[in-house]
């Protein structure tokens, strides 16, 4: 690996022109034998020679010179802006986020937004969340995640960004009206849609059916939130599912309504690692995030700046 001190040295004699005027424009001590040994050494790495007199302390770049001199001019004349730049936070890069579909539909369009106002050339990746699995956060295979976790372990910092709100979801031929859901009994003969088996929100599902005395003789499993609501519309089922919007998920062929007594609600956090490097893009993100009250247990969250 080529010393960079020695690349310094060489641009400096290949700008200025000779040893001497180097040695004097210099922005750090040094003298002109250093510059001399620090060319020499540089022209023993590569096994070419670099620069040539032709004149007294005249020098001037070889061809081989001027081509390692048109790559080092531009690296050396943007290094202060890069460094300062990191020192201050003001470079960007991507931003790996993983969410639950729901939330990538409804909860991150103006979120991301605000965020691209402050980050304009951010590279954000979005991938949709089946499963919560922090290890994608332990790891560093994502920088974020959004989603509802029953409690948040230590090593993961969090902030509340929204409410989810249980709605039951009905084909809206099985309902007289938008304010009245109908008797289990109407829905028996049509399949509950679930989320897949060994899933939390499949388990928070059946639990929520038991509390009432209802245990569905058939059933269809899907993946998300917005593939329920396509077969509720489409008549093939009736399901509960998370919500928004407290008035639940608006669609033209069903009828939302709420669901429990108080009505239940859940959480939904941006999680992130506590001893995630430093970056820019994650302290954007947490800045613009949505701002709720934070009412449910979890971790703690941090702001920008303190993580």
């Not at 590569?46 to 001037?60: A, F, N, T």
């Not at 004349?77 to 936070?89: C, F, S, W, Y």
């Not at 969340?129 to 959004?146: K, P, S």
């Amino acid at each position: 690996m080529i010393d960079l001190h020695r690349l310094v040295g060489f641009h400096l004699v290949a700008t200025q022109g000779g040893y001497a005027r180097a040695a004097r424009a210099a922005d750090y001590p040094i003298t002109q034998p250093a510059l001399h040994q620090q060319v020499k050494k540089l022209e023993a790495e590569v096994g070419l020679q670099l620069l040539e007199r032709i004149g007294k302390d005249q020098m001037r770049p070889t061809p081989a010179g001027a081509h390692l001199l048109a790559f080092v001019a531009p690296f050396l004349r943007d290094l202060p802006a890069v460094v300062n730049r990191l020192r201050t936070g003001e470079f960007d890069g991507t931003l790996s986020i993983r969410a639950e579909s729901l939330l990538i539909r409804q909860l991150l369009p103006p979120w991301l937004l605000a965020l691209r106002k402050q980050r304009p050339h951010c590279q954000l990746n979005l991938q949709e969340l089946v499963v919560t699995d922090l290890a994608a956060l332990r790891t560093g295979a994502c920088d974020a995640m959004l989603t509802w976790l029953p409690e948040v372990p230590d090593d993961i910092a969090s902030q509340q960004v929204a409410t989810l709100h249980a709605c039951l979801v009905v084909p809206r031929d099985r309902a007289r009206s938008a304010t009245r859901p109908p008797a289990f009994a109407q829905l028996a003969d049509l399949p509950f849609l679930a989320y897949p088996e060994g899933t939390r929100p499949q388990a928070l599902q059946m639990q929520a059916l038991a509390g009432v005395g209802v245990a569905p003789a058939q059933m269809i499993r899907l993946d998300t939130a917005d593939a329920i609501l396509g077969y509720v519309e489409s008549g093939l089922g009736w399901s509960l599912v998370p919500s928004l919007d407290p008035n639940g998920p608006p669609g033209r062929r069903l009828w939302a309504f709420p669901w429990g007594r108080p009505r239940a609600t859940f959480p939904v956090w941006l999680l992130w690692r506590k001893d995630a490097p430093e970056s820019p893009m994650l302290d954007a993100l947490i800045g613009t995030a949505p701002r709720v009250e934070n009412r449910a247990g979890g971790g703690s969250a941090a702001r920008p700046g303190s993580r």
